[in-house]
């Protein structure tokens, strides 16, 4: 069986208090605040962004993409294969969704795993609910990704896997629906916390494993009651209280399909070798995996870790939330609607478009973004290399603040930036405060989903400030 080669996270930049819940609604909302998705990003743009994470931490190239969300950005198109165009895989490796379930995050690890070759898996989900609802207060958005491989390169192996698995109506979604309905919670808690006995047992049977050797438990699932009596009936069998791994429901919130490999991202974060991680996902079932970590795991240096990624942020006011979530139309502007992008150029240009490739003039050594056939230093034709440009850190040049331009989040910052190593570009700024903004500022490139017209997303790259 695989392990886990390389891994990733990504969690958005907005931040929503959950007093301005209950300052706007007068209902109760508790304290802490959840991350939001921009109005600019998708679980795909955010799988993304993940994916990216794992992969510089590895050389491996996936044989394969599975994609695994509750909230896919298309029905009947496989969401996956722009995670793949936007990371310039091989076209000979496959890319599958598992959509539709908070269930499937699960599953595609799982598949990974048990993959004859390397692949990478990438969860991502778009939390949301009715206003003043239990599920916009204590939801979250983020994403993970895994590359999964052969063990002897892995900083954390699999030693005991088990699943349980029953049909019960406890929480559910139709297509067409903006938000989730749920069963009476004590249903649910009752449910979950009985499935969630035989597998737990069986694994650590597997494993030969005693609770009180276990250095991390992560219980995840959408049921934050049933997840808290699991981890308390833990306890109760010996485990160590400190092994209870944070369910981050203070700073991020629950993030559906994301939550468990976004937990088990921070809990590979913070261990060392040969430590054991206990991952218990209930949704629709229980799903334990026991995982031990190697000697890999200390050599590894994350560019930045889930904490890391957590730190930080800017809280937007919640209208702005209900803008974003499409709960609150606001007066658009009096100009023609962006047009839809075309299937047939956007396929031509998916180099460009969607892994970001730019050109360097073989004569002389210009860098041209985008891509060109003539060098507009030399004038050499048809002698450019690609090259990937989607990784390169830039220097904002100069930079323009639009308060006219329409956005769901004016004002539109417009730049122009230096590549380090040549090549300059405009493009827009995103996750940037408009009044920070200076020139000379460091920005790297983001995937985001620039615009949705005739129900046809239009992905693109953005810069935002070094993060």
Not at 283 to 290: P, Q, Y
Not at 308 to 320: C, K, V
Not at 367 to 376: E, G, H, L
Not at 389 to 417: G, N, Q
């Amino acid at each position: 069986m695989n392990g886990i080669i390389a891994y990733g996270a990504y969690v958005p930049f907005a931040r929503l208090e959950r007093k301005a819940i209950a300052e706007a609604l007068g209902v109760p909302a508790g304290s802490g605040t959840r991350v939001v998705a921009s109005y600019d990003e998708d679980t795909t743009s955010m799988a993304v962004e993940a994916a990216r994470a794992a992969l510089r931490q590895t050389t491996v190239v996936p044989q394969a993409v599975c994609f695994a969300t509750a909230n896919p950005p298309y029905l009947d198109k496989t969401n996956a294969t722009a995670i793949h165009a936007a990371l310039e895989l091989p076209a000979t490796a496959p890319a599958y969704d598992m959509t539709g379930s908070i269930r499937s995050g699960a599953g595609a690890l799982w598949a990974a795993l048990n993959a004859p070759h390397p692949a990478l898996v990438a969860v991502a989900d778009i939390r949301t609910g009715l206003a003043g609802g239990a599920d916009e207060r204590e939801g979250g958005d983020a994403a993970a990704a895994f590359v999964c491989g052969p063990a002897n390169d892995a900083v954390a192996v699999p030693i005991a896997m088990a699943s349980a698995s029953a049909e019960f109506l406890e929480r559910w979604r139709v297509p067409g629906d903006v938000a989730s309905r749920q069963w009476e919670e004590r249903f649910g808690e009752q449910v979950y916390v009985s499935l969630a006995q035989g597998p737990m047992n069986e694994a650590f049977t597997q494993a030969g494993l005693a609770p009180d050797r276990v250095d991390r438990l992560i219980v995840a699932g959408p049921h934050g009651r049933a997840n808290r009596r699991v981890a308390g009936a833990a306890m109760a069998f010996g485990m160590k209280k400190e092994a209870i791994a944070d369910d981050l429901a203070a700073v991020v919130g629950n993030t559906g399909t994301a939550h468990a490999g976004l937990l088990l991202a921070d809990a590979l974060d913070r261990a060392g070798a040969d430590q054991t991680i206990v991952v218990l996902t209930l949704a629709d079932g229980a799903d334990v995996t026991i995982w031990r970590t190697t000697a890999a795991l200390a050599a590894r240096t994350p560019r930045r870790t889930v904490a890391g990624e957590i730190a930080g942020g800017r809280a937007i006011p919640y209208a702005t939330f209900l803008t974003w979530r499409g709960f609150l139309t606001r007066e658009p502007p009096r100009r023609p609607d962006p047009p839809a992008p075309a299937g047939p150029p956007s396929y031509r240009a998916e180099g460009w478009k969607f892994a970001f490739i730019g050109s360097r003039c073989e004569a002389c050594g210009a860098r041209q973004v985008p891509p060109q056939r003539v060098c507009v230093k030399c004038q050499a034709v048809d002698r450019m290399t690609p090259e990937r440009m989607a990784d390169v850190p830039a220097t904002v040049a100069t930079f323009t603040v639009d308060r006219l331009a329409y956005s769901l989040s004016p004002p539109v910052v417009a730049a122009v930036i230096d590549f380090d190593g040549g090549g300059r570009f405009q493009c827009e700024l995103t996750d940037v405060d408009p009044a920070a903004i200076k020139i000379g500022n460091r920005v790297e490139m983001t995937f985001r989903r620039l615009y949705t017209a005739n129900g046809i997303h239009n992905y693109f790259w953005k810069a935002r400030p070094v993060r």
